[in-house]
């Protein structure tokens, strides 16, 4: 029977792959955002349970933020959201390596 290889095995032969590691790439800022943002409540020491009752949600709703739903939340809901958990939100542009 074959070990199965650990995500840190697995990672690195599907990076090899160029479709793989473009669109792995391109969801490199949903995955910082939502990353920034379960951060910010650990520092906020907020349970899931405890942010969604002062956003008026369900806990439910702060799960699905934090499995991907910043990303497709509104700059005000965002802007909310880390207001409660004590940080500002900031968004910028930054210029795209040249080839």
Do not use: C, W
Request: hydrophobic content about 40%; overall charge positive.
């Amino acid at each position: 029977m074959d070990k199965r290889p650990d995500f840190k095995s697995f990672k690195e032969e599907a990076m090899k792959n160029a479709k793989v590691r473009a669109e792995y790439e391109a969801l490199r800022p949903e995955f910082e955002l939502m990353m920034e943002f379960i951060r910010a409540r650990k520092v906020a020491k907020l349970s899931q349970k405890a942010l969604a009752k002062k956003l008026k949600l369900q806990q439910p709703a702060i799960a699905r933020l934090e499995n991907g739903g910043y990303a497709k939340t509104s700059i005000s809901k965002l802007s909310k959201v880390a207001s409660i958990l004590g940080f500002s939100l900031k968004i910028s542009l930054h210029e795209k390596k040249r080839a």
